[in-house]
């Protein structure tokens, strides 16, 4: 499960998150900061790009097949996001939430702001959207972008 794994369900994501999250308490000394793995192209999960509707834009959604560690104060968690990292899921939390009355709780509270507010096209979701789902969102996109390009 180090960075680059490539593993081969969906389904598989939350105990290699598990797994790397507990290795990281075990060996803190270790510097794993940008921990991310990805669903393989070989899995039966794996989806594209919907390219019948025209070409690709940069900036444009691809699917959120890749994850992440993340962490909010001393609460970590993964989420899925795209290749290049502009489009997120939820967070998923492997941890409890900070008691109120730990010295860490207030720097978890403005960064789980901070996380919440970076999910926006996925919002909702705390996994990929199933294929047919994530093609019904890329063409949502497209005639938003349509719209926006018209108004200017």
């Known amino acids: 499960g180090g960075t680059g794994y490539e593993f081969q369900h969906i389904s ?64 970590v ?20 939430v900070p008691d109120r009355e730990s010295s860490d709780y207030e720097k978890y509270i403005e960064e789980l702001r901070v996380i919440e507010r970076q999910v926006r096209f996925f919002r909702g979701f705390h996994q990929p959207p199933s294929e047919e789902e994530f093609h019904r969102l890329e063409f949502e996109f497209g005639l938003l972008r349509a719209e926006r390009q018209n108004d200017e």
Not at 23 to 52: C, H, I, V
């Open 12 to 75: 598989d994501a939350p105990d290699i998150a598990m797994a790397v999250n507990s290795f990281k308490k075990q060996r803190p000394s270790l510097l794993m900061t940008n921990w991310r793995a990805s669903l393989s192209e070989d899995s039966p999960d794996w989806y594209g790009l919907d390219d019948e509707f025209g070409e690709y834009y940069l900036g444009d959604p691809s699917p959120p097949l890749h994850v992440r560690l993340v962490a909010a104060g001393s609460r």
């Open 77 to 96: 968690g993964y989420r899925w996001e795209t290749f290049v990292g502009d489009h997120l899921c939820k967070v998923n939390w492997l941890d409890p």
